[in-house]
């Protein structure tokens, strides 16, 4: 999975405590989310900050580039949203500001995904007291998204070796849908799959924590 | 000591629903320590028969317990006494993706004893002995992607293993498997006491571990005995799709 191997590299952030990069993760996203837009060069400060930690893990730029372009139209829409929903003088500034919380607070996500893995991460959740049904479905979460990356990549990869794959726009976007449905019913398949597995150890549809 | 079977599967009739039959007048008896192999061709019921051991398929309800099917340990499997079937009778699926869900190796192996509600010291005393079982001492804090195809099939065995079954049902164990990571696999699991159950279509695995082989084909046990007398008859084999393995053809 591309986030554990991140993760796991060598950088200064990783010797870190797992509880702090976690704590610290969110007191920034908690933070650029209240800080009022009149505040926004706190707010930018902070993605600044968070800026340097990823200097300090060693994130490559080109990397944090391409995350943060692919991340940016989705603010726009957002930010664009918010100004049609404001039509007032200060619907401009509270539109940046907006943008400006969802960059840092997007940028810190990354970062946390560049040094923590998704082991330490569970682990620190079940020591906060995190409700066991959230931890268990992260768990799932993040157990089983990389498997179904790699089944989608697998298809992509068994529809271009026929023919060089789809030629045209529309059959390309044609040939991305059924990939889509296809992932939803493999997903459906080896979530029953997996289901099984756990009944077959003993799996009550409770978690379970060892007796002291 | 009990002398009851291992196993036992009297009439045994399953299909899917809205499907045809799969299994159908499926009788057996597996005394203790057994090591029997289920074979035969794709789509023959192999699977569904050794779900049906640990009660992963729902069995035609029965007023009478002793109108059951399946018996493990001279008990009926039946909906009451799931969970000590699933005590008893431990499963390693094919696919190790299927079994294999939690963050790292360690928390996975300890999954199922944590359900069985063991000790926290016990847990983590099997999880180190049965990591060291399939030969894996160091991966106990790796995620399960970072494990290649056959470590992960290891894994799955310790998971399994860690639940101390007297009984241990293993769907296509050496599918996908490099002749080294097989070779491994049949090491472990030769050295294991348990009785085994081991539905595959890699004779030679047949050949080296078991001492008896049921033969399923559409659903029905078509022989049923010695590996190497059922392997080399070549009529046999060839009637139900499968071939004699290599060192029992005649030079």
Redesign the interface.
């Given at each position: 999975?591309p986030v554990?191997r991140a993760a796991?590299g060598d950088n200064l952030c990783r010797s870190w405590p797992a509880g702090i990069k976690l704590g610290l993760a969110v007191a920034v996203i908690v933070a650029a989310g209240l800080a009022p837009e009149e505040l926004w060069p706190a707010t930018a400060s902070l993605g600044v900050f968070v800026v340097a930690l990823h200097a300090l893990a060693g994130t490559s730029p080109r990397l944090l580039l391409r995350r943060t372009l692919q991340f940016l139209p989705m603010v726009i829409a957002i930010s664009f949203a918010a100004v049609i929903s404001r039509p007032d003088a200060d619907a401009a500034l509270w539109s940046a500001a907006l943008m400006l919380r969802c960059l840092v607070a997007f940028l810190a996500g990354l970062w946390l995904m560049q040094t923590l893995?998704?082991?330490e991460f569970?682990d620190v959740l079940s020591r906060w007291r995190v409700p066991a049904a959230l931890t268990v479905i992260l768990?799932?979460l993040?157990?089983?998204v990389?498997?179904l990356w790699e089944e989608h990549e697998r298809m992509l990869r068994a529809q271009r070796a026929r023919a060089g794959g789809p030629s045209g726009r529309w059959d390309q976007w044609q040939a991305a849908g059924e990939r889509l449905g296809l992932l939803l019913l493999r997903a459906l398949d080896?979530a029953e799959?997996?289901h099984?597995?756990?009944?077959?150890?003993?799996?009550?549809g409770e978690s379970?924590?060892?007796?002291? | 000591m009990s002398t009851a079977p291992a196993l036992e599967l009297r009439d045994l009739a399953f299909a899917y629903p809205g499907g045809r039959m799969v299994l159908s007048q499926i009788s057996a008896v597996v005394p203790p320590q057994t090591r029997l192999a289920v074979i035969g061709p794709s789509g023959a019921g192999k699977s569904t028969l050794l779900?049906h051991l640990?009660g992963?398929l729902p069995q035609t309800p029965v007023a009478d317990p002793r109108d059951c099917t399946v018996w493990i340990q001279g008990e009926p499997v039946v909906q009451s006494r799931l969970?000590t079937v699933?005590?008893t009778v431990?499963?390693v699926?094919q696919?190790p993706?299927?079994?294999?869900?939690?963050?790292?190796v360690e928390?996975d192996i300890?999954?199922?004893?944590?359900?069985?509600?063991?000790?926290?010291e016990e847990?983590a005393r099997r999880v180190t002995a049965c990591l060291e079982a399939v030969g894996l001492p160091d991966a106990r804090?790796m995620?399960?992607?970072?494990l290649s195809y056959g470590e992960r099939k290891r894994i799955c065995l310790a998971?399994?293993l860690a639940?101390e079954p007297q009984i241990l049902v293993l769907d296509e164990p050496s599918s996908n498997l490099d002749p080294r990571s097989r070779k491994q696999l049949a090491a472990i699991l030769r050295g294991l006491t348990a009785t085994l159950v081991i539905a595959t279509h890699d004779l030679d695995l047949v050949l080296d571990l078991c001492d008896r082989v049921l033969l399923l084909d559409h659903g029905r046990i078509q022989a049923d005995g010695d590996p190497e007398r059922l392997l080399s008859d070549p009529l046999l084999m060839d009637r139900h799709g499968l071939e004699v393995p290599w060192r029992l053809r005649p030079r």
């Open positions: 999975m554990e796991t893995t998704a082991a569970l768990n799932f993040l157990r089983y990389a498997l080896r799959r997996v099984r597995a756990m009944l077959a150890r003993g799996w009550t379970r924590k060892p007796s002291p | 779900m640990n992963l969970r699933r005590q431990g499963f699926f696919d993706d299927d079994q294999l869900f939690a963050a790292t928390e300890a999954f199922g004893p944590k359900q069985l509600g063991i000790p926290r847990t804090r995620h399960p992607a970072q998971g399994v639940c």
